[in-house]
């Protein structure tokens, strides 16, 4: 999750660069914004669970022992949950209400170390850079589990006096 989203966080901050003058001018989004970073890049692309009951959900029956599968990609894109669902926007009031750590019982244990690490690494990457450039077009993991950049160049401006 952590790996994903920092690439992820990177490449979103360059493809709303609006969003990224507004986290220059207030540090104090970080923490808002990591988990808008979450969201946006949904690091795992679904999770695989075993019916436990027979339920109807959405009309749809599902039998005791069905496979289920949730995509995180998805609910973290809800418009009826996000507006704007597509655009990474650093104070989203209700970013919080992302999937990507699951929910329940069944919710990443690691969730609170992988937040704090990547709002460590802004509140690093963010006094000593002026700047954190894309360079080029990402290259993606190859896979339909995890979804995280494999490759991508990256041009650092140095803060003068850093």
Sequence with gaps: TTRNSMSGGVLALNR???QFEKLKSNPDLIPN?????????TPLA???RIAKTDTILNGQF???GDKVVMWYASGN???????RPDD???DRANVRNHISFGFGVHRCMGNRLAEMQLRILWEELLPRFENIEVVGEPEYVQSNF????SKMMVRLTPKSGT
């Design 77 to 83: 894109r809800d418009e009826r949950v996000f507006e």
């Design 33 to 41: 914004m990591v988990s808008e970073i979450i969201r946006w890049q």
């Design 146 to 149: 995890v979804r995280g950049i």
């Design 16 to 18: 709303f660069p609006d």
């Design 62 to 64: 599902i039998r005791k």
């Design 88 to 90: 990474f926007i650093i």
């Design 46 to 48: 679904y999770m695989r």
